[in-house]
């Protein structure tokens, strides 16, 4: 199947902190721009950080920078999405796709979900007192 998986979602007070994974299922990670998006109930789906395969670009919409961090272990082929200090309005479900080109490092601004593909069902991530 080529098709990536999130997990680690889950209900966490605002200020606390949740990693989320990103793995693949049928195919390799390790060659693969890979683009963090979410999506709240009612919104359209929004751009929230991307990686290249080396993990050594990385970008981050403005609304997360100094609190949410993507990385990548090759040896794993996993990609994680670690968020701190999170918000109520970090609410969504958060997904991981992967790029159809290596948009993370050849955009000057950043990706669209419409430029990626292999999407994973999305790990819901509650932020809430």
């Known amino acids: 199947q080529l098709q990536v998986a999130e997990s680690g979602g889950g209900l966490v007070q605002p200020g606390g902190s949740l990693r989320l994974s990103c793995a693949a299922a049928?195919?390799?990670?390790?060659?693969?721009?890979i683009g963090w998006f979410r999506q709240a109930p009612g919104k359209e789906r929004e751009f929230v950080s991307c990686i290249d395969s080396s993990g050594t670009v990385a970008k981050r919409t403005d609304s997360v920078k100094g609190r949410f961090t993507v990385s990548r272990d090759n040896a794993k082929d996993t990609v994680y999405l670690q968020m701190n200090s999170l918000k109520p309005e970090d609410t969504a479900v958060y997904y991981c796709?992967?790029?159809?080109?290596?948009?993370?490092?050849?955009?000057?601004?950043?990706?669209?979900?419409?430029?990626?593909?292999?999407w994973g069902q999305g790990t819901q991530v509650t932020v809430s007192s």
């Open positions: 049928g195919f390799t990670l390790e060659n693969s721009d």
């Open positions: 796709a992967v790029g159809r080109a290596p948009y993370c490092t050849i955009l000057a601004g950043l990706p669209r979900p419409d430029q990626y593909d292999r």
